[in-house]
Structure formats: structure tokens, C-alpha cells
């Protein structure tokens, strides 16, 4: 069954540095999502993205953030300065379609975990 | 706000007994409910769906209920096993969104 692939599985930097998370959707996807979980915290939406642009964002995914689809098959998550409340477990998703309006799952990654030092 | 609210942290049980677990949302009126599965270190993998006008729906052990009077989803696991021990997450999809999670525990 295909999957959802994400790299590096961990990832230490320092703070104020920049990360970039990958992710490699299902390749007949369209719909694709990044999500943190902090440490036993709560999965959190951060963006989801179509068409090259993003569909939607929440709170969380301020102006450090931002994602980019730079080839036709990585999906990328930037955090330009990172801070130490930045670590967490980041979740790559996609879906054949937007979900609203259909009945179509979540396909997750088994995320990056980021570590601020 | 809009709210989705598990209302257990953590269930234990006993094998074989069944698990049933809660969701419960204010101030939404979703199409559809989700229910996923998360073990440790790993990314949710989706277990079921129900549309809001679906009142139960069934894969093999596992029963979910949506009631929208209630604002409530229950997520039922029967002839519970060891292996069944994970979190698991509802969400709506409507705006993609997860609750807390309760972390179920099958003692053998």
C-alpha cells in the first residue's frame, strides 16, 4: 500500500536556526497537510495546501513558518528561526481530495521529530 | 469556540471486555466524523467514518456511533486484546482538527 514517507526521522538543531521537514505524499494525491504533536500533546493542525498554495492555516502557523512544493513529489515544511517550544513531532498528511465534502481519511507520515537545543 | 473533546485521558480494561470510548464537539455542525488510531512514535492511521446521517457504522470489532442531538460520537472497541492498546483520535474533518486522544489500555 503506498505511503507516506518523511525525512529525516530526527532532527536536532539549535535555536534560531532554519529546519526544512520532507515529505513525500502519495503520489496520486492533491490535498496535503503538516501537523505537530508536542510531546504528549494533542495532534494540531498547522496548513493544509492545493494547487501550489496554501487551502488553509491555523494559528500556529505564524510568518517562521512556510511550505512549498518544489518538484513534483516532495512537500516541504521551513522554519526559519527556530525556537525551543518549535519541538515537537511534525506529521506530513495528504488525501486524494479536500475532505470536507467527501469521505476521504488522513494518509500520515510517521513524522520528524524536531529537537531545539 | 469550536470544540472537540475526548473525554477520557487514559481507559484501562481488561482483554476481552469492551472499550468505549467518547468524543463529544460544541459549536460544529460536521458532515462527517473520523476516527484514527496513533501508536507511540508513529502517525495517526485512519480507522473509520461516519456521515452525520448515519447512526452506527461497523468494522469487524470495532462499532461507532454518531449521534448529532448530542453532539457525540462513541467509538467502540468489542473482545478487546492487548494489541488494541494504542490512542486513538477523533476528528472532524470539516476543519481537520483532532481531539486529545484517549490512551486505551488492554491488561491480558
Known amino acids: 500500500e503506498p505511503e507516506v514517507t518523511q525525512t529525516p526521522s530526527h532532527q536536532v538543531t539549535q535555536m534560531g536556526q532554519e529546519v526544512i521537514l520532507r515529505c513525500v505524499p502519495i503520489s496520486n494525491h492533491l490535498y496535503f497537510y503538516w501537523y505537530r504533536q508536542i510531546l504528549g500533546q494533542k495532534v494540531e493542525f498547522l496548513v493544509s495546501?492545493?494547487?501550489?498554495?496554501?487551502?488553509?492555516k491555523s494559528e500556529i502557523f505564524d510568518d517562521q513558518f512556510s511550505v512549498e512544493r518544489p518538484d513534483g513529489s516532495n512537500f516541504t515544511l521551513k522554519i526559519r528561526s527556530t525556537k525551543l517550544e518549535d519541538s515537537a513531532m511534525y506529521f506530513c498528511?495528504?488525501?486524494?481530495?479536500?475532505?470536507?465534502?467527501?469521505?476521504?481519511?488522513?494518509?500520515f507520515g510517521n513524522g520528524t521529530r524536531l529537537t531545539v537545543t | 469556540s469550536q470544540k472537540i473533546e475526548q473525554n477520557s485521558e487514559a481507559l484501562n480494561i481488561q482483554e476481552g471486555k469492551t472499550a468505549t470510548l467518547t468524543c463529544n464537539y460544541t459549536n460544529y455542525s460536521p458532515a462527517y466524523l473520523q476516527w484514527y488510531r496513533q501508536d507511540p512514535g508513529r502517525g495517526p492511521v485512519f480507522l473509520l467514518l461516519?456521515?452525520?446521517?448515519?447512526k452506527e457504522k461497523r468494522k469487524e470489532r470495532l462499532k461507532v456511533t454518531f449521534d448529532t442531538t448530542l453532539k457525540q460520537s462513541l467509538f467502540h472497541i468489542t473482545a478487546s486484546q492487548p494489541a488494541d492498546s494504542a490512542t486513538y483520535l477523533c476528528?472532524?474533518?470539516?476543519?481537520?482538527?483532532f481531539g486529545a486522544g484517549t490512551r486505551l489500555t488492554v491488561k491480558p
Open positions: 461516519i456521515r452525520e446521517n448515519e
Open positions: 498528511a495528504s488525501t486524494p481530495v479536500r475532505g470536507t465534502f467527501t469521505n476521504s481519511p488522513l494518509h
Open positions: 495546501f492545493y494547487n501550489n498554495e496554501i487551502s488553509e
Open positions: 476528528a472532524l474533518r470539516n476543519d481537520m482538527r
